[in-house]
């Protein structure tokens, strides 16, 4: 099983500021990077996704920057809010819906102070 | 109603008992997976489907086995339950027909103890 490695376990961030999560990849074949977003007590669901064709993809206060020759991808949180505290998980996989779905990272714990 | 659902959503028992844990999904997604989280180790893939006749072994599928019913329903089996496989469990389908972006679409869990 290729490895996907997440960094930090865990994260505490005050109100407004930046959320940082990083992750690294071994699979050079890997073509699809999500990120999942896990409330408790609820299964993880996407959150943002880039394709290695691109180097940063944004979605509101979420942003994906995408190193494909370091191949690490990280997610930032601007302006992060209590509502945000939740655990990210990492995946690679394949756009195609690969054979055996997604590799994960093993999360991160965030927790946003008021 | 969930897209994707799972039963039971909670469930104690004990050590060498049978469980199953259910599966049905109304997205009309042809793969199914089932994945386990333990804290600090993420979410592990235990066993995925692409169709009813094609069954797969994920990364820990020791001590577990599956049915795939029906392309809308997928069990996991513990035929003998150990306090090590006291965990989180998630069903996840996916949809490779069409325009396909390798999203999994997760349950809200099965949390399962074994004492």
């Known amino acids: 099983q290729q490895q996907v490695k997440q960094s930090p376990q865990s994260l505490i961030v005050q109100k407004g500021g930046i959320s940082i999560i990083n992750c690294a990849y071994e699979n050079t074949a890997f073509d699809y990077f999500p990120w999942y977003q896990q409330f408790p007590g609820k299964g993880p669901a996407l959150l943002i996704a880039?394709?290695?064709?691109?180097s940063e993809k944004k979605e509101g206060r979420f942003t994906i920057s995408f190193n494909k020759s370091a191949k690490q991808f990280s997610l930032h949180i601007m302006d992060s809010q209590p509502g945000d505290s939740a655990t990210y998980f990492c995946?690679?996989?394949?756009?195609?819906?690969?054979?055996?779905?997604?590799?994960f990272g093993k999360g991160t714990h965030l927790i946003i102070q008021p | 109603d969930a897209d994707v659902t799972q039963t039971p959503r909670n469930r104690i028992t004990k050590t060498g008992k049978r469980i199953m844990l259910e599966c049905s999904q109304t997205?009309?997604?042809?793969?199914m997976y089932w994945y386990r989280q333990d804290p600090g180790l993420g979410l592990r893939l235990i066993y995925y489907s692409f169709d009813v006749k094609d069954i797969n072994k994920g990364e820990i599928s020791d001590g577990y086995s599956v049915s795939r019913q029906a392309q809308a329903k997928f069990s996991l089996s513990l035929e003998s339950a150990i306090p090590n496989q006291t965990a989180l469990y998630f069903c996840a389908t996916s949809d490779t027909t069409g325009i396909s972006t390798g999203e999994l679409f997760f349950g809200e869990g099965s949390r399962l103890t074994v004492l």
């Open positions: 997205k009309g997604h042809d793969r």
């Open positions: 995946a690679a996989g394949y756009s195609g819906g690969g054979a055996d779905g997604l590799t």
């Open positions: 880039i394709r290695p064709d691109v």
